[in-house]
């Protein structure tokens, strides 16, 4: 049986024609191309959706309109041409993103765990949680109450939100998947062949619940093979065939049969040639009214940036002619040890006790172990064992080769009277360089301790103000 068709609509804007008032597109995909390797699976498709509008996007299997989709959900990245939100250039690397946007979509298997409850289903992945203590519960009575009330929204009812999925019909998982996307989707709800297998009854309900998706402000991508149901609740008709659109085509004015004849590759009615090309001309005409429109707002940002830019760089001049002046007036002059080569004091080792004269040669002798090295100056720096004797050892084991030794020296020397191991402040100055750190902390503590120098890892050293 055969629809009766309507005259062709003038080729004024399609939101005008579908009754949007002249409404900018919710979603305008500009020349996509999605290249696999060398073959093209979609090319230079310009593809729009008003707001509150049910868009039929029909083609046989392989035409592209599942890469389309894919395209614009995050699946796959374009690999020519641009997405438009809301009037403003958009990338969606991937599906999280697209959900952010207020994308939904509900495919064929329809996402839903066989085992878990409806509410559960529902929420899955955003379930609400009450705080006891430290731990989070899930808040099973929100959840139920969230579940029935979002589904109600859509006119969908349910007899128990606690109810398994798995006891449940395709029709009815068909709609709580539908009032799922509808629910946290917001703004675009795109149904994957969602009458598939279902009886005549659930397929009506099914087609109910698009309507009030629609009725509720969302906008709907259907996507099906069977032209049958979705003739019933499309505004608009997107054929693709073999990776390229065919056109657009609003419900009164083709029919079903043209629809199926188109799919399979036949020609558009001499009748819409005309309607189809002047609709392609104003999509290449809305597309470049949102480039100017975007050029228009990079430049702005772009002059905004350099404002902001400018603004840093005067700052910056003035904090470093600030400085300049602080320099120049001596304000960051520091106190730096005296270049005066200071020598150790000289004493005759024989004069030293003699458990000091054994220290002394261990701590000598480069074939002894680093720990009884670093030991032995540990001995050397005991109060009851200190002598002036251990000094110049003490200095020459700063640079050993063992960082224990070094370590342990530079311990030892913070012992001694500042007057007694003057010599050790350049050795000493040259370990905060040390590559290991356990050397490099007894140097500055040695620095500080003995001679209130509060060193960083630098050649110079200012005088402790605390």
């Not at 008003?50 to 690999?79: C, F, M, R, W």
């Not at 703004?187 to 009886?199: C, F, G, Q, R």
């Not at 080569?341 to 004069?351: L, R």
């Not at 040259?430 to 060193?455: G, I, K, Y």
């Amino acid at each position: 049986m055969s629809e009766e068709i309507t005259p062709v609509a003038s080729t004024e804007n399609l939101a005008k024609e579908n009754g949007k008032n002249g409404s900018s597109p919710l979603i305008f995909m500009s020349n996509i191309t999605r290249r696999f390797g060398l073959i093209a699976a979609l090319e230079d498709v310009n593809f729009a959706i008003y707001p509150q509008e049910i868009i039929g996007l029909l083609g046989d299997n392989g035409a592209g309109k599942s890469t389309l989709i894919k395209v614009l959900t995050g699946v796959h990245e374009p690999s020519e041409g641009q997405i438009y939100f809301e009037g403003k250039p958009v990338s969606i690397p991937n599906s999280k993103v697209a959900q952010k946007l207020g994308i939904a979509t509900v495919y064929q298997d329809l996402a839903l765990v066989n085992l878990m409850s409806i509410s559960r289903n529902f929420c899955l992945g955003r379930e609400p949680t009450r705080k006891i203590g430290p731990f989070n519960f899930l808040d099973k009575e929100r959840m139920n109450a969230e579940t029935v009330g979002a589904l109600a929204d859509i006119g969908i009812q349910i007899r128990r939100p606690s109810e398994e999925v798995l006891r449940m019909s395709g029709g009815e998982r068909q709609s709580i998947a539908i009032g799922r996307a509808a629910h946290f989707g917001q703004k675009l709800l795109i149904l994957d062949e969602p009458t598939s297998a279902l009886s005549v009854g659930e397929t009506r309900k099914v087609l109910n619940y698009t309507h009030e998706a629609k009725r509720k402000g969302m906008s709907v991508i259907f996507i099906t093979h069977n032209i049958g149901h979705v003739y019933q609740v499309a505004d608009r008709f997107t054929i693709i065939s073999h990776g390229h659109k065919v056109g657009d085509f609003l419900k009164g004015e083709v029919s079903q049969e043209e629809i199926s004849e188109m799919i399979m590759g036949g020609p558009i009615p001499e009748r819409l040639v005309s309607v189809v090309e002047a609709r392609e001309a104003e999509l290449s005409r809305l597309r470049d009214q949102m480039l100017g429109r975007t050029e228009t707002s990079i430049s702005a940002r772009t002059r905004k940036r350099q404002r902001i830019m400018i603004a840093i760089a005067a700052v910056v001049l003035l904090i470093a002619a600030g400085i300049g002046a602080l320099v120049l007036g001596g304000a960051f002059d520091k106190i730096e040890t005296k270049e005066v080569v200071v020598t150790c004091p000289q004493v005759d080792i024989a004069t030293a006790p003699e458990k000091v004269q054994e220290r002394i040669a261990i701590l000598k002798n480069a074939d002894e172990v680093a720990t009884t090295r670093a030991t032995a100056a540990a001995f050397l720096s005991a109060e009851k064992n200190q002598h002036l004797a251990s000094v110049q050892p003490l200095v020459d084991a700063l640079s050993d080769p063992a960082w224990e030794v070094k370590q342990g020296a530079a311990k030892a020397l913070g012992k001694f009277k500042k007057e007694d191991v003057e010599c050790a402040i350049a050795p000493l100055q040259d370990l905060l360089h040390d590559p290991q750190s356990p050397v490099r902390d007894a140097a500055s503590q040695t620095l500080l301790d003995v001679f209130n120098l509060s060193c960083s890892d630098s050649d110079v050293c200012s005088p402790n103000q605390q």
